[in-house]
């Protein structure tokens, strides 16, 4: 059980837009910056978005973050077939002084 | 070229023990926190342990807590995970990354990853 929580799974079409929400708590979201992470199968993760909105360069501007209260979301607009991957959100607990990482939306492109 | 080449897993039995270590390049080892992430098969990403820039400060998952310690020779550029008292449970991927920005759950880059199995 993670602390905190994704839907498992998520779909769109190519040229859609779809937003992944990440779920927390006072102890997490609500009092620390949000990261997101993209993994494709058998690959390393890589950081998608920084400190709840930032892009790393190389990031297209496809991909946006948003955090408000205990609650996470990242969008992808214009979805792409090579969007197909896993996505987690990230954040410090005060309360269990650790990360806590969501579980994980696959992202399907139909 | 920023990189992170994970080294020491293995096969190991229930309650032995076993040494991961991380080599970083292409930037300054000394200045960052570093990070453990495990990835059970077919699960998702846990968090594991970090370890401040000097090597003083370091922090562990409940799960690890008294079992695993995290180190770091800076002039060796490197960065350990002994892994004492391995359960099944611990079976997984575990990648070494690099603490990015002041935010504690940002990590860039992140290693390929070694597979840690332990079983009898």
């Known amino acids: 059980q993670s602390v905190l929580t994704q839907p498992p799974s998520a779909s769109g079409t190519p040229g859609q837009r779809v937003t992944i929400y990440c779920s927390g708590s006072?102890?997490?979201?609500?009092?620390?910056?949000v990261n997101w992470y993209q993994q494709f199968s058998g690959t390393a993760p890589k950081l998608l978005i920084y400190?709840?909105?930032q892009r790393p360069s190389g990031v297209p501007d496809r991909f946006s973050g948003s955090k408000s209260g205990t609650s996470a979301s990242l969008a992808i607009s214009g979805l792409q077939s090579e969007d197909e991957a896993v996505y987690y959100c990230?954040?410090?607990?005060?309360?269990?002084?650790?990360?806590?990482f969501g579980g994980g939306t696959k992202l399907t492109v139909l | 070229e920023l990189q992170l080449v994970e080294s020491g897993g293995g096969l190991v039995q229930p309650g032995y023990s076993l040494r991961l270590s991380c080599a970083a390049s292409?930037?300054?080892?000394?200045?960052?926190?570093m990070h453990w992430v495990r990835q059970a098969p077919g699960k998702g990403l846990v968090w594991v342990s970090r370890?401040?820039?000097?090597?003083?400060?370091?922090t562990y998952a409940d799960s690890v807590k008294d079992r695993f310690t995290i180190s770091r020779d800076n002039a060796k550029n490197t960065l350990y995970l002994q892994m004492d008292s391995l359960r099944a449970e611990d079976t997984a991927v575990y990648f070494c990354?690099?603490?990015?920005?002041?935010?504690?759950?940002?990590?860039?880059?992140w290693g390929q990853g070694t597979l840690v199995t332990v079983s009898s």
């Open positions: 990354t690099r603490g990015y920005t002041s935010s504690a759950s940002c990590f860039d880059p």
């Open positions: 292409g930037f300054t080892f000394s200045n960052y926190w």
């Open positions: 370890i401040n820039e000097d090597g003083t400060g370091t």
């Open positions: 006072s102890s997490n979201i609500g009092s620390n910056t």
């Open positions: 400190r709840n909105n």
């Open positions: 990230a954040s410090w607990d005060d309360s269990v002084i650790a990360v806590a």
